[in-house]
């Protein structure tokens, strides 16, 4: 089983899936898709790394807990002497723990958003074990890419 989901009451892993447009309220704060958030009682959680690759626009990449986990344990696992690796930690420290209200909204800590260039609108993009968070501007010049990518992408599985 893949380690980058949160289970349900029922066992059943809980997966990132579709794209959701919501606004950002006056206070930093986007609701989060019902079906994204842990069981009712529990408390949802989500690391939010600065995701900025260099062939991509900046957005922010949500993670639960356990992937947050899973991305350590292979940073830890780097030689301490590599200096990708030393860029790589630096890069992933730019990150936040983020947990919903009961309402099921999160708040955007200011220094990420702003990086990310998130306004008013966002995006919210389902990526099965984790989401990202998107300028739509940003997001629709990426979603083009995939689209003209698929094939491609197709071959991996």
Not at 62 to 84: A, I, N, T, V, Y
Not at 100 to 128: E, F, H, Y
Request: aromatic content about 8%; proline content about 5%.
């Amino acid at each position: 089983m893949h380690t980058f989901g949160v289970m349900s009451n029922n066992g059943s892993e809980v997966y990132y899936l579709l794209e959701h447009r919501h606004t950002v309220d006056d206070k930093g704060r986007v609701s989060i898709p019902a079906d994204w958030r842990a069981p009712e009682g529990q408390e949802t959680t989500f690391f939010l790394i600065l995701w900025d690759k260099g062939d991509q626009p900046p957005c922010l990449m949500g993670l639960p807990p356990s992937g947050m986990q899973e991305l350590l344990r292979r940073l830890q696992s780097l030689s301490l002497s590599d200096s990708k690796a030393e860029s790589l930690q630096r890069l992933l420290a730019r990150s936040a723990k983020v947990t919903a209200d009961k309402v099921g909204r999160i708040r955007l800590p200011a220094q990420l958003a702003k990086a990310a260039n998130l306004g008013r609108d966002v995006v919210l993009k389902g990526m099965v074990f984790r989401f990202q968070i998107w300028n739509p501007e940003y997001y629709a010049q990426v979603e083009a890419k995939d689209l003209e990518q698929r094939d491609e992408s197709h071959k991996l599985i």
